[in-house]
């Protein structure tokens, strides 16, 4: 049977590396929150062109398949 400092040691050492997982988390989770952000203008430019491309009699719109 485990004693009380090693169930302590072992309790710690699981905290520690959950609270390091979780900050790495943290860390990836705002560096994608930026990335899909910086995607955001060229999105909004692109859906405008597309809209007014759409307006052109030549354009053809190619059909989505699901």
Do not use: C, H, Y
Not at 2 to 7: D, F, I, K, V, W
Not at 50 to 57: G, N
């Amino acid at each position: 049977m485990a004693t009380p400092q090693e169930l302590f040691d072992e309790t710690k050492t699981r905290l520690d590396l959950n609270i390091a997982k979780a900050q790495i988390l943290e860390r990836e989770i705002q560096e994608k929150v930026a990335e899909k952000n910086q995607l955001m203008q060229p999105i909004m430019e692109d859906q405008g062109a597309l809209k007014q491309l759409e307006k052109l009699s030549d354009v053809v719109q190619p059909v989505e398949s699901k």
